[in-house]
């Protein structure tokens, strides 16, 4: 039986106007929750004078002698005391305390968002809610009628916890027990506060009452209409994200996840970075022409208007000579710059044609060659220092497939040589924090740029690519899907 069936079966007693979803849930005070504060937060001490850091390196003044300044965070430690028990107790721990001060910094605290709220019911902590900014507000309206989770929902463990995250909101919610996580599960579909009560007894309606006004004040859940459907079902904008889409691009900006964001070497000391270059996968190596220095010329203006997507191939192969010079200027190597702890350059970084975040340059080229004047058909990787190509076992109709893939996103057509762009993920992800794939996917928006600009300038037929099998392309080349596959192709030819 499905959970609201459930609960109008088991609440046979209620009321029609309840199971309508005519009656209230108790209302929900805010003031109520236990305050701590929120994660990844230090206190700073110097001359007497106190200053708590967050993760990101926010600073927050705490103008408190150090004896009620003690007892405060001590309190704020335990996580027991709502906002005004916290109050009371500093001032009667610590009589001579300033009132205003005390106050004061409480409402700094609570405005700056340094602070998380728990509910407990019963003795046991049931969820926590960490607000990410100013922009969040408790959702304190009564709550009347049905309502129900977004889409954009999602429900993750996270330690022992359940996490319950939307992108529509401005904080997050652990849960911690099953009987609140089972709660946030059943608003998959419309509920009304009465039929919760009825199938979920374990839970008492004062804590249902308090997990929905939590839920609803992350933008997990919302009033919903007789049919079920709640504001995002009308929102032509919402309606055009998809769930992945709209997570993905909320946590890897700022504002809307308390996420540590940036280059902090997480792993600094646990892990050792990628080197700066992968070690070569074959012994078979094939150079490639360098051109000389000034030997190249070509006018930016003239190859920005004349750039475009070609998905036809010429007459006569691409040459070896043609690839050697495209993959000098669009991936060579112009410098290494080795690590340089005591300046803070903790991993081996390098230079070269294109920009790439954190000069970390953690695309490979790998070339899936069908027609070269020069190279014979086969799978190759390009070593970007030596310059020269690699020649890999890869099985034919492996190779094809990939080709055949390649041809599909280009209504039909078949390029002389498909190179993919696959991403060795943990150069990236060693170096930063919540950013790390979107920062790649925009390394291969301006080697994309490159390639075009390097193919119009030698006449050659380029065409990115938007969604190659990244499963197919790793198991080809031999490779660990989740320390490097594929993440764009780029389809070049001869003209
Ligand atoms: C990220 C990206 C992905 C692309 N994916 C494809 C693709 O899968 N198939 C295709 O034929 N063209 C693809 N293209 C080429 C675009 O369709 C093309 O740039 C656009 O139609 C404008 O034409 P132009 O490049 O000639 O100015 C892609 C371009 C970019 C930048």
Not at 398 to 424: F, H, N, P, S, Y
Request: hydrophobic residues 40%; contains cysteine.
């Amino acid at each position: 039986m499905k959970p609201q069936e459930e609960a109008r079966h088991a609440g046979a007693g209620i009321s029609a106007s309840a199971a309508e979803g005519k009656t209230s849930a108790p209302l929900f005070d805010p003031e109520s929750l236990a305050v701590s504060l929120k994660r990844g937060v230090r206190l700073h001490e110097t001359d007497g004078r106190a200053v708590l850091v967050d993760a990101d390196g926010v600073a927050l003044a705490l103008p408190l002698p150090p004896e009620t300044r003690r007892i405060f965070l001590s309190a704020l430690d335990e996580g027991a005391c709502t906002t005004n028990e916290l109050g009371d107790a500093v001032l009667h721990t610590a009589p001579s305390t300033d009132a205003a001060s005390l106050y004061y910094v409480l409402a700094q605290l609570e405005r700056g968002r340094w602070l998380r709220y728990a509910l407990r019911s019963r003795g046991r902590n049931t969820a926590t809610l960490e607000p990410f900014s100013r922009r969040f507000d408790f959702a304190d309206a009564p709550l009347t009628g049905r309502c129900r989770l977004s889409r954009f929902v999602c429900l993750r463990r996270e330690g022992d916890d359940i996490a319950l995250e939307s992108p529509l909101g401005h904080g997050r919610l652990l849960l911690h027990t099953s009987d609140a996580a089972a709660l946030a599960a059943s608003l998959s579909r419309p509920l009304s506060f009465e039929e919760m009560r009825v199938s979920h007894p374990a839970l008492v309606p004062k804590e249902i009452a308090a997990l929905l006004a939590m839920m609803r004040s992350v933008g997990a859940l919302f009033p919903c209409d007789a049919e079920g459907r709640i504001p995002e079902d009308g929102s032509e904008p919402l309606r055009q994200w998809e769930f992945h889409d709209l997570l993905f691009h909320s946590r890897s900006r700022q504002g809307r996840h308390g996420n540590p964001v940036g280059g902090s070497c997480p792993f600094l000391g646990e892990i050792l970075p990628l080197a700066v270059v992968k070690r070569p996968m074959s012994a078979e190596r094939v150079p490639l022409h360098r051109p000389e220095t000034g030997e190249m010329r070509a006018d930016f203006f003239e190859l920005a208007e004349m750039r475009r997507s070609l998905r036809t191939r010429g007459e006569r192969a691409l040459r070896l000579k043609e690839l050697g010079t495209f993959l000098h200027f669009t991936g060579g190597v112009r410098e290494i710059l080795p690590a340089s702890p005591e300046k803070g350059y903790w991993y081996e970084a390098s230079l070269r044609p294109c920009a790439g975040s954190g000069a970390i340059h953690e695309l490979e080229y790998y070339l899936t060659v069908a027609r070269c004047d020069g190279l014979p058909p086969g799978l190759y990787r390009y070593d970007p220092l030596a310059h020269a190509l690699e020649r890999l076992e890869a099985d034919e109709k492996q190779l094809e497939k990939l080709l055949k893939g390649a041809a599909r996103a280009m209504r039909g057509a078949r390029c002389d040589v498909l190179i993919t762009l696959a991403a060795r993920f943990q150069r990236v992800s060693w170096q930063y924090r919540s950013i790390a794939y979107s920062l790649l996917l925009k390394d291969v928006g301006a080697v994309f740029q490159q390639m075009y600009l390097a193919a119009t300038a030698l006449n050659l037929a380029p065409c990115a690519l938007g969604a190659g099998d990244s499963d197919d392309f790793a198991e080809t080349a031999g490779l660990d899907y989740f320390s490097e596959t594929s993440v764009g192709e780029f389809a070049l030819s001869g003209r």
